[in-house]
């Protein structure tokens, strides 16, 4: 059975970043993923929060955010960025990003890193992380350019997928309208060595056994590779040699 879009199960959508598309962030991305776009920013500010003065070690935060007219329906601004969910992802994008950096080689300095879906067609949590590292690269290298820190500060790429079962058939990058018909919806990031930083997982109609889950972890591992060949080349182009 063909899907929504024409892809095949294990085949993403069409990604691209849009590295610099504001001026002003030490680090911006524009990343689409399909009819998803999500806008990541970076600010760099330098000093850390105070329970992290004694240690000598930076952070990295992140907030999310939906626009109204992002769905196909407006949401009130309010419920674009203070709900649970809003908060859920938030947490999840910083945890993950946080995976990617050596907090004690950046030093006493916060990254703030910002992320509002213009469009939302699927993944947006996903593609928030996704080019969300690229916009911590972006914002990192620069630092490192200019002798602030270390090299070693990017540690590793993080990337992130979701993948699900859908009339029993395991589909690679969901879009919305397979996301809403899913029996099971699963979020996977990962970092550039294949190690998982998080798993989120749920059956939405029968329960699954192992075997399958396996299945949905291997296919999510294949397509996390791609995303970083994509990120790859996205930070060669603007510059940024890791």
Same mark, same amino acid.
Request: aromatic share 6%; with cysteine.
């Given at each position: 059975?063909?899907?929504?879009?024409?892809?095949?199960?294990?085949?993403?959508?069409?990604?691209?970043?849009?590295?610099?598309?504001?001026?002003?962030?030490?680090?911006?991305?524009?990343?689409?993923?399909?009819?998803?776009?999500?806008?990541?920013?970076?600010?760099?500010?330098?000093?850390?929060?105070?329970?992290?003065?004694?240690?000598?070690?930076?952070?990295?935060?992140?907030?999310?955010?939906?626009?109204?007219?992002?769905?196909?329906?407006?949401?009130?601004?309010?419920?674009?960025?203070?709900?649970?969910?809003?908060?859920?992802?938030?947490?999840?994008?910083?945890? $993950?990003?946080? *995976?990617? =950096?050596?907090?004690? /080689?950046? %030093?006493? !300095?916060? #990254?703030?890193?910002? +992320?509002?879906?213009?469009?939302?067609?699927?993944?947006?949590?996903?593609?928030?992380?996704?080019?969300?590292?690229?916009?911590?690269?972006?914002?990192?290298?620069?630092?490192?350019?200019?002798?602030?820190?270390?090299?070693?500060?990017?540690? $590793?790429?993080? *990337?992130? =997928?979701?993948?699900? /079962?859908? %009339?029993? !058939?395991? #589909?690679?990058?969901? +879009?919305?309208?397979?996301?809403?018909?899913?029996?099971?919806?699963?979020?996977?990031?990962?970092?550039?060595?294949?190690?998982?930083?998080?798993?989120?997982?749920?059956?939405?109609?029968?329960?699954?056994?192992?075997?399958?889950?396996?299945?949905?972890?291997?296919?999510?591992?294949?397509?996390?590779?791609?995303?970083?060949?994509?990120?790859?080349?996205?930070?060669?182009?603007?510059?940024?040699?890791?």
């Amino acid at each position: 059975m063909i899907r929504i879009d024409d892809r095949a199960d294990d085949e993403l959508r069409p990604v691209r970043f849009i590295t610099d598309y504001i001026a002003y962030p030490e680090g911006s991305v524009l990343i689409e993923t399909g009819g998803t776009r999500v806008l990541c920013n970076v600010s760099v500010e330098e000093k850390a929060p105070a329970w992290r003065q004694e240690s000598g070690a930076g952070w990295l935060t992140a907030e999310y955010a939906m626009l109204p007219r992002a769905t196909h329906t407006r949401t009130p601004r309010s419920a674009g960025t203070g709900g649970a969910r809003s908060q859920e992802i938030r947490r999840l994008i910083g945890r $993950t990003l946080r *995976a990617g =950096v050596d907090l004690n /080689l950046l %030093g006493l !300095r916060t #990254l703030t890193v910002d +992320c509002d879906v213009l469009q939302a067609d699927g993944g947006t949590r996903t593609a928030a992380i996704t080019g969300g590292y690229v916009a911590v690269a972006l914002a990192l290298w620069r630092l490192i350019e200019a002798g602030d820190v270390p090299h070693g500060a990017l540690a $590793t790429p993080v *990337a992130a =997928v979701s993948v699900g /079962l859908v %009339g029993g !058939r395991p #589909l690679l990058d969901l +879009c919305y309208a397979e996301d809403a018909s899913a029996d099971a919806d699963v979020n996977v990031a990962m970092t550039g060595d294949g190690r998982f930083i998080e798993v989120q997982g749920t059956a939405e109609g029968v329960p699954f056994d192992r075997p399958t889950l396996d299945q949905l972890l291997d296919l999510a591992a294949c397509g996390i590779e791609q995303m970083f060949q994509r990120q790859r080349e996205a930070l060669a182009e603007a510059g940024v040699f890791q």
